[in-house]
Nanobody
Framework: QLQLVESGGGLVQAGDSLIFSCAAS????????LGWFRQTPGKAREFVAG????????LYAVSVKGRFTISRDNAKNTVYLQMNSLKPEDTAVYYC?????????????????WGQGTQVTVSS
């Protein structure tokens, strides 16, 4: 199993930058594909970004492409999400997640373990 603990949320202004980190405990981190998702009330959980076990393959939602960057440091058991040029529509609860495979996915149903979520609010 893998336990995920997120940090980096908060209240920011439009145009600001944030970086999320998700620290994992467990011996299988390096063989897990990882992802970031977000959710607002009344909406389904939305894929944001994903990264393969080797960090060679990355996926991004169209809405964040060019603004967000996902990366991982397997030596530190940590995945990051660098968020630039934040917009009010980025306001959501953000979750990191892990799969029990090495391959990327955009589907939240294919992820097995989740962090607790962290709120990001972007004001105009």
């Amino acid at each position: 199993q893998l336990q995920l603990v997120e940090s980096g949320g908060g209240l920011v202004q439009a145009g600001d930058s944030l970086i999320f980190s998700c620290a994992a405990s467990g011996r299988t981190f390096s063989t897990r594909a990882l992802g970031w998702f977000r959710q607002t009330p009344g909406k389904a959980r939305e894929f944001v970004a994903g990264i393969s076990w080797s960090a060679i393959g990355t996926l991004y939602a169209v809405s964040v492409k060019g603004r967000f960057t996902i990366s991982r440091d397997n030596a530190k058991n940590t995945v990051y999400l660098q968020m630039n040029s934040l917009k009010p529509e980025d306001t959501a609860v953000y979750y990191c997640a892990a799969r029990r495979t090495v391959y990327n996915s955009r589907d939240p149903g294919e992820y097995d373990e989740w962090g607790q979520g962290t709120q990001v609010t972007v004001s105009s």
